[in-house]
């Protein structure tokens, strides 16, 4: 693991925005699987739980301009860069109030506004064009980064390869956020990826490259810094790889026979959000009283969320001849 | 009249590149060799653009055909006007997921709220003993694919006028580019603008067949006119332009004048353009035509090497004369 201990140590207010964010995150998360398990939403969910403290504490770095181009587990890293909840409750349910007017769903949420630029379904096509968001941030000589998110299985696709090393090649202001969660879809990291760790096939693109405790908010915080430090002046690419564990199988109702149940119980035991709830009470960060009014201030926006994007319309046959080019095709 | 200037396909295209960075900060270049150290391109389209604009706005990429359309893409998305160049058109493979998944589909899949307004030019057409993987004709791929502009021309004021348009449009455009077309010199207007995507030109007015073709295929009908003029056969020529969206009106309007059609191109038959094209002819003039609408294309095959095996892979203008007569009984 990288010691990047000399970054500056997250204020006390930090630490308890990214708990914030993750806590937002994980209740998000659980509200959609009640829903669907209900069988209240139809929809291909890809549940990231676990992984809450990678994009929390990078999202905590990042001003509103920055952009990210994230994957179809990434509706996490959307709701940690503080993408407002009603939209995208009313895209994930297919109403024309979504953020894409209900013509993405889950796996495409886009919201420029909050920084969201493209959310790919396929495996590694992130990275590519978080590379051109980049590009134009460098072109506008702006302090502007770009995100690229992806997993452990995405560094094995071609486009991965391409895009460190144009990336180096430009200096681009990117960073290659690699959430490793020991799972491709369902094969192990090892029966797929050559090297024990990721972070070390940076060192052939000519970046710096870091493995880092993901689940670790403060190593993940002084990760991040160094890496977003390091684009904002100029100085190019990073790649991170995040250590992690996705408590659920690849997409939700999926029997995940292919993870042991010793390992799942053993890393949800040693679940990331309380064990940082408890850290943050224990150094005196922040008082029960208001972990409890945090709590219930995002549940309340869920709740409102959800019945903002269930009771939204859905879009009209029309919308098939729109958004298609920018000028509408005839009927 | 403007004054007119002769120049090929290349200096059309490069002329258009230089009038469009001027005119517009955020129109960028990207690709494989193209800054005036590599030599302006493969086939010098883009020389002198790097000298003029700077490396910030014309910029030679590694091998990567993917990393080339991403980061075009996202540059797209952030409000600038990329010029990508994948070098021949069989490269657009190694890019699909990004060309056909991503550049084609964001503003739909976004809602309207993103848009990628970038141009991916590509040079292709058998006749130069490339053989399958340097030399075959896609654009039936790219015009099924909702999202995306796909331009063909044929002779130098369309490359310019043309291209201006692509670069002008504020959609994904693939614009095809052909080696039998480019070396071809033609008159310009010294002022030529843009030209509408979306409309054919109709080349040659007639009333006993209508031929429709485009990129080189057109040139190959040109050279068959004269001898079905001898055999006493009006054929009006439509160069179609743009494959998608094609120009239905033109198309049906001279379809219903002559009754008779035949749609010829490069690419492989099966499945092509001229099946589109057939098909809406059929659906929407059956009982007017005189003959069954005809298809001209490449064989169900791979472009071949041997010389005499590509000569048979391409459609000749002969063969366009014969399948003309045929139709006229």
Redesign the interface.
């Known amino acids: 693991m990288a010691d990047l201990s000399n970054s500056p140590a997250p204020s006390a207010d930090t630490l308890v925005d990214i708990y914030r964010r993750m806590l937002r995150i994980e209740r998000n998360d659980d509200a959609i699987r009640k829903t669907v398990r209900l069988g209240r939403l139809t929809m291909p969910y890809y549940s990231a739980r676990g992984q809450e403290v990678i994009p929390s504490a990078i999202s905590a770095l990042l001003e509103k301009d920055d952009?990210i181009?994230t994957i179809y587990r990434g509706i996490q890293d959307m709701v940690a860069k503080d993408m407002p909840l009603r939209p995208l409750w009313a895209e994930i349910a297919g109403r024309i109030d979504?953020?894409?007017?209900?013509?993405?769903g889950p796996m495409?949420l886009?919201?420029?506004e909050s920084g969201v630029?493209?959310t790919?379904?396929?495996v590694g096509?992130s990275?590519?064009?978080?590379?051109?968001?980049?590009?134009?941030?460098k072109?506008?000589g702006s302090k502007r980064v770009?995100i690229a998110y992806f997993g452990d299985g995405a560094s094995n696709i071609?486009?991965f390869h391409?895009?460190l090393?144009?990336a180096s090649?430009?200096k681009l202001p990117v960073i290659f956020v690699c959430a490793n969660n020991g799972f491709a879809e369902h094969t192990r990291y090892e029966n797929a990826t050559s090297v024990d760790q990721i972070s070390k096939r940076a060192a052939g693109y000519g970046m710096p490259g870091y493995t880092v405790d993901g689940n670790d908010p403060e190593a993940m915080y002084a990760a991040a810094q160094t890496a977003i430090t390091r684009a904002r002046d100029g100085e190019g690419p990073t790649l991170l790889e995040c250590i992690t564990y996705r408590f659920m199988g690849h997409v939700l109702g999926d029997d995940d026979f292919y993870m042991t149940k010793e390992e799942k119980a053993a890393a949800m035991a040693d679940d990331p959000l309380p064990k940082f709830r408890a850290k943050l009470v224990e150094q005196g960060h922040v008082s029960e009283e208001q972990l409890a009014k945090l709590q219930a201030d995002i549940e309340a926006e869920i709740l409102d969320a959800q019945e903002f994007g269930m009771a939204s319309p859905y879009p009209s046959a029309d919308e098939l001849r729109?958004?298609?080019?920018?000028e509408e095709i005839p009927a | 009249m403007s004054e007119m200037v002769k120049m090929n396909g290349l200096q059309a295209i490069n002329a258009a590149m230089f009038e469009a960075m001027e005119a517009d900060p955020k129109v960028?270049v990207l690709g494989e060799d193209i800054a005036d150290r590599e030599g302006g391109g493969v086939t010098g389209t883009m020389r002198g653009l790097s000298t003029k604009f700077g490396d910030?706005?014309v910029?030679t990429?590694?091998i990567?055909?993917?990393?080339i359309?991403?980061?075009?893409?996202?540059?797209?998305?952030?409000?600038?006007k990329?010029v990508a160049e994948i070098m021949l058109m069989n490269f657009t493979t190694v890019a699909m997921?990004?060309i056909f998944?991503?550049a084609a589909k964001?503003?739909?899949?976004?809602?309207?709220?993103?848009?990628v307004p970038m141009v991916i030019r590509t040079l292709t057409g058998a006749g130069w003993q490339t053989a399958g993987q340097h030399a075959d004709h896609l654009e039936g791929w790219f015009a099924h694919a909702?999202?995306i502009?796909v331009v063909c021309p044929s002779n130098p004021a369309d490359y310019k006028g043309l291209l201006l348009s692509c670069i002008q449009d504020?959609?994904p455009c693939l614009f095809v580019e052909t080696g039998g077309t480019l070396f071809v010199p033609g008159e310009v207007a010294v002022d030529q603008g843009p030209i509408p995507l979306g409309k054919a030109r109709i080349v040659q007015e007639g009333t006993d067949v209508t031929i429709i073709s485009y990129s080189t295929m057109m040139l190959r009908c040109q050279m068959a006119l004269a001898g079905i003029a001898e055999a006493g056969i009006s054929a009006e020529l439509i160069d179609l332009r743009t494959i998608s969206p094609w120009d239905r009106e033109t198309v049906l309007a001279s379809a219903a004048k002559t009754g008779r059609v035949v749609i010829a191109h490069e690419a492989v038959r099966n499945f092509g353009p001229g099946a589109e094209i057939a098909a809406t002819i059929n659906e929407e003039l059956f009982g007017q035509l005189k003959a069954p609408v005809r298809r001209l294309g490449g064989p169900y095959s791979p472009v071949p090497f041997s010389k005499p095996l590509e000569d048979a892979f391409l459609v000749s203008p002969e063969t366009v004369v014969a399948t003309v007569k045929a139709l006229m009984g």
């Open positions: 952009q181009c979504g953020t894409c007017k209900g013509k993405g495409h886009t919201h420029p630029m493209v790919t379904g396929v096509s990275m590519p064009i978080a590379n051109g968001l980049a590009w134009a941030a072109l506008d770009a071609g486009a391409e895009s090393n144009l090649v430009w729109r958004d298609i080019f920018a | 960028l910030h706005r910029c990429t590694p990567s055909e993917q990393a359309i991403g980061a075009a893409i996202g540059a797209a998305i952030n409000g600038y990329p997921d990004m998944n991503h964001l503003r739909f899949m976004s809602g309207g709220q993103t848009s909702a999202g502009k504020p959609d």
